[in-house]
């Protein structure tokens, strides 16, 4: 069975800051390379998309993705950061993993990240809604 | 030939909740299947981010009004998580003991409402009936038959007296014989097996490839339970079985969720058990959270509820994200209701079990004239909860 240590002899170059917890492993990857750890995590390692989470940090916006790998109960979350707040891109996983659809979705209507690739790039919760903005729901500090 | 599109909702009498389907439609075989949420966003997740930790776990119990303790349990793993915080042993069998009569609860007024939905109104009445006795235990434990706020960082808010466990194991073995007879009479049921073998079937690789959860994932054979891949509070120490069935359809989501309800049993009669030795400590005291993020999860009547947060030192928390299982579920339908009928789409998006609210519960007392009589409803719940407390002491 694949695991965290053929993870990260696998994907070592592209792995830059990682903090490691019990059964939690958080690592920070290059935008360009995401697609590439998803479907490692993904196929390789039958880990199952869980969710993901996009938040404010100083750096700039942060995509986290939580993949959990069932068989050992370890969660392994890659997140991209995107310094540009003004105009955030990500490449989507989507494409390869149908799970990640919905979530991505939200997090551009909320945060207003352009999911790059993404087959079905329209607001997920305020498609119909009477009185939308056309601005990310979530506040944001752009400077 | 010319499709006709066939609107489910967003109000519409299937769904007590609001959600908008729309189905194209080929004759009398649904092709696609279009969906539409959004329609209750309540902004949960902000919410909580202005929010003490304390005040958060009250909040996320309100998210769900059937699995309500779901989300605060997954919730206060996520904050213990962050700082790997150890529960005592009496809080860990309590958070499972209420985890596991929460799942027969869910379990059963679903397999009710498929009954109702499909016409078959006997299953309705007898689920619904057997449901009540688990929400008069909720009610002896901890004075409400939903929210039960039991949930705390570093254990849980009240402890089990050990007086009332004789009563509530015989409340349980009362309860156990009832479902059994259901577990024997509804997978043999004629008009059921007639009515859902073979209907919306969601294969093995669709549920990997959605990343379904829960029952949903497990009836078209894919082995996840958070419960056995990550056992938290007493699961490791507790013996039962993950039920896992192959076919993918109605049927077996109803045969598994039944067999799970009598797993739950099992987990509770066990903790129930451990729970009969003297009162220990139930809450260890939790001064400060540290800077860090925490993910927290549990096997829900629907599958894999999950929160992350992210702390910063502060008492509370700078991003609070909660997904429950039917996100991950509903759009399984995608699969699951191409190329059936028209008229098992509906039992087909029911199967999956999206969150209905439950809690509403009314009291209206009339007098002998038929007056109504206006009574304070707090006051009659304590009243009730003191007269089931002193039924089991006998």
Same mark, same amino acid.
Request: aromatic residues 4%.
């Given at each position: 069975m694949v695991n965290k240590d053929d993870l990260l002899r696998v994907l070592g170059p592209k792995i830059r800051r990682k903090v490691e917890k019990p059964g939690r492993l958080y690592f920070e990857v290059a935008d360009e390379d995401l697609t590439e750890v998803a479907v490692y995590l993904f196929q390789t390692m039958g880990c199952r998309l869980s969710t993901a989470t996009a938040m404010e940090t100083y750096h700039g916006l942060e995509v986290l993705y939580h993949f959990s790998h069932d068989a050992t109960g370890w969660y392994y979350c890659p997140r991209v950061v995107i310094?540009?707040?003004?105009h955030p891109r990500v490449t989507s996983i989507a494409p390869v993993i149908r799970g990640a659809e919905w979530i991505e979705r939200e997090m551009a209507e909320f945060w207003g990240i352009t999911f790059e690739g993404h087959p079905r790039p329209e607001r997920?919760?305020?498609?119909?809604?009477?009185?939308?903005?056309?601005?990310?729901?979530r506040f944001r500090r752009v400077s | 030939m010319t499709k006709t599109v066939v609107p489910i909702g967003p109000f519409h009498p299937l769904l007590e909740e609001a959600e908008s389907f729309t189905l194209k439609v080929d004759g009398e075989t649904v092709v696609d299947v279009d969906l539409d949420i959004g329609w209750l966003h309540r902004g949960h997740e902000y919410l909580s981010e202005g929010r003490t930790f304390t005040q958060a776990i009250y909040l996320v119990e309100r998210i769900c009004g059937i699995c309500s303790t779901s989300h605060p349990l997954a919730c206060v793993h996520a904050i213990e998580d962050v700082d790997h915080i150890e529960i005592p042993e009496r809080a860990a069998y309590i958070r499972t003991l209420i985890g596991e009569l929460e799942r027969i609860h869910s379990h059963l007024l679903w397999l009710g409402l498929a009954g109702h939905f499909i016409g078959y109104d006997t299953v309705w009445m007898w689920a619904w009936k057997w449901r009540e006795p688990v929400l008069q235990i909720f009610e002896q434990i &901890? +004075?409400?038959?939903?929210?039960?706020? =039991? =949930?705390?960082?570093? +254990?849980?808010a009240r402890d089990i007296n050990t007086d009332d466990i004789p009563g509530l194991q015989k409340a349980l073995n009362e309860m156990e014989s009832k479902l059994g007879m259901i577990a024997k009479a509804v997978p043999d049921d004629p008009v059921l097996k007639s009515r859902l073998k073979g209907v919306g079937i969601l294969s093995k690789e669709a549920a990997v490839d959605f990343c379904a959860v829960g029952p949903t994932a497990r009836a078209s054979g894919v082995p996840i339970d958070v419960r056995k891949d990550e056992p938290k509070d007493a699961y490791g120490w507790v013996d039962f079985q993950a039920i896992v069935l192959p076919n993918g359809d109605v049927y077996d989501k109803l045969v598994l969720r039944v067999l799970e309800t009598l797993e739950s049993i099992k987990i509770v009669r066990q903790c129930l058990e451990k729970l009969k030795a003297p009162s220990g400590p139930i809450l260890n005291n939790v001064k400060e959270i540290g800077i860090g993020e925490g993910i927290g999860r549990y096997e829900a009547p629907r599958g894999e509820v999950f929160h992350y947060i992210r702390t910063?030192?502060?008492?509370?928390?700078i991003r609070h994200k909660v997904r429950a299982p039917s996100y991950v579920n509903i759009p399984t339908f995608a699969a &699951?209701?191409?190329?059936?009928p028209v008229a098992d789409a509906l039992i087909t998006l029911a199967s999956v079990d999206p969150c209905y609210c439950c809690t509403e519960r009314a009291i209206r007392i009339m007098t002998p004239d038929n007056n109504r009589l206006d009574l304070d409803l707090l006051r009659l719940s304590r009243e009730k909860t003191e007269r089931l407390r002193r039924n089991i002491h006998g």
């Open positions: 310094p540009d707040k003004v997920l919760l305020s498609k119909d809604h009477p009185q939308r903005l056309d601005k990310p729901y | &901890s +004075g409400n038959r939903n929210h039960y706020g =039991m =949930m705390r960082v570093g +254990g849980v910063d030192g502060t008492n509370r928390a &699951s209701c191409k190329g059936i």
